[in-house]
């Protein structure tokens, strides 16, 4: 499975966007999906992920603006951001772990945030 973001921009702080993940193949075996970012001289960190049953979880830095959801039948994952921050700015990353034990092993190419004053 190849993973493709889509959706990043320049946006007002306070602003909102959403991001796309397309999938080349089927994700409904997937067991979980998630955002990752990473700005700037910092690490890269998991924004959010969801798995198969639907549940979610959230860093805490986007709990209650940002919402994660996967559509099995389009084969696409989602992160609807709201209430951007400034240091929301940063490279997002959509990636898949086939099992609830295993690494994220499949990663897309990373689609550009970047929230201005």
């Known amino acids: 499975v190849q993973l493709v973001e889509s959706g990043g921009g320049l946006v007002q702080a306070g602003g909102s966007l959403r991001l796309s993940c397309a999938a080349s193949?089927?994700?409904?075996?997937?067991?979980?999906m998630a955002w990752h970012r990473q700005a700037p001289g910092k690490p890269r960190e998991l924004v959010a992920a969801i798995n198969n049953g639907g549940n979610a979880y959230y860093a805490v830095s986007v709990e209650g603006r940002f919402t994660i959801s996967r559509d099995n039948a389009k084969n696409t994952l989602y992160l609807q951001m709201n209430g951007l921050r400034l240091e929301d700015t940063a490279t997002y990353y959509c990636?898949?772990?086939?099992?609830?034990?295993?690494?994220?092993?499949?990663w897309g190419q990373g689609t550009q945030v970047t929230v201005s004053t």
């Open positions: 193949g089927s994700i409904s075996s997937v067991s979980t």
């Open positions: 990636a898949a772990a086939a099992t609830p034990y295993s690494d994220y092993d499949t």
